[in-house]
C-alpha cells in the first residue's frame, strides 16, 4: 500500500514560482517510478513529469524547462519545482506511483496505480 500526499499548491500572477512537495507513505517510494499530473476540469490529466528510482527525469514538452522534478528519498518526498508559471499551467496537480517499473518510466496514466488527493495552482495574468 502506497499513500501519496501533496502540498504546495496557491495561487501566483505569471512567471512566479512553486514548489510543490508530495510526502510518500509506505515502504515503495525507493522502487517505483513516481511522477507529477495535471488536471483541468473537463480535460483529461496529463503526465507532467516522472522520475525514475535512480533520479532521471522525463518531462512534457509543455514544461520543459521550466519545471523540475526530484526527490528525497530520505524523507520520502516528491518535488515539483515550477518556475515561469503560466496561466495555462493552472490545474488541479496530483502525485502518482507507478508499481510496475522502478526504471523506464513512462508519462501515460494508465501505468499509475497510487494517486495523491491533489493540490491546486493557479496562475493569474
Known amino acids: 500500500q502506497v499513500q501519496l500526499v501533496e502540498s504546495g499548491g496557491g495561487s501566483v500572477q505569471t512567471g512566479g514560482s512553486l514548489r510543490l512537495s508530495c510526502v510518500t507513505y509506505?515502504?515503495?517510494?525507493?522502487?517505483?517510478?513516481m511522477a507529477w499530473f495535471r488536471q483541468v476540469p473537463g480535460k483529461e490529466r496529463e503526465g507532467v513529469a516522472v522520475i525514475s528510482v535512480f533520479g532521471s527525469p522525463t518531462y512534457a514538452d509543455s514544461v520543459k524547462g521550466r519545471f523540475t522534478i526530484s526527490k528525497d528519498n530520505a524523507k520520502p518526498t516528491l518535488y515539483l519545482e515550477m518556475n515561469s508559471l503560466q496561466p495555462e499551467d493552472t490545474a488541479m496537480y496530483y502525485c502518482?506511483?507507478?508499481?510496475?517499473?522502478?526504471?523506464?518510466?513512462?508519462?501515460?496514466?494508465?501505468?499509475?496505480?497510487?494517486w495523491g488527493q491533489g493540490t491546486q495552482v493557479t496562475v493569474s495574468s
Open positions: 509506505g515502504d515503495a517510494f525507493k522502487r517505483y517510478c
Open positions: 502518482a506511483a507507478d508499481v510496475g517499473r522502478g526504471v523506464g518510466c513512462l508519462l501515460p496514466e494508465r501505468y499509475f496505480t497510487y
